[in-house]
């Protein structure tokens, strides 16, 4: 979902994602906007897939842990 933390928070908060692809940027900053719930609940997802670009960006799949694929 790009451009709304807001809605990924809800999502995740409502244990309705089934998959979360993240793309990790070779750069460090020190702001923005996260898509974590704030209610600090554990969320275990297992690794599906990674594919890492000549950039240094690496696109990571994700699936809720314990869940059939």
């Known amino acids: 979902m790009m451009g709304s933390p807001t ?3 809800t999502l995740l908060s409502e244990g309705l994602v089934d998959e979360l692809q993240l793309v990790v940027m070779p750069v460090m900053l020190g ?3 996260s898509v974590f719930p704030r ?3 554990k969320r275990p997802f297992e690794l599906v ?3 890492s670009a000549k950039t240094g960006a690496q696109v990571c799949v994700y699936r809720p ?3 059939a694929q």
């Open 49 to 51: 897939s990674a594919v």
């Open 7 to 9: 809605l990924v928070r």
């Open 65 to 67: 842990a314990g869940e």
């Open 31 to 33: 702001g923005g906007k």
């Open 39 to 41: 209610d600090g609940g």
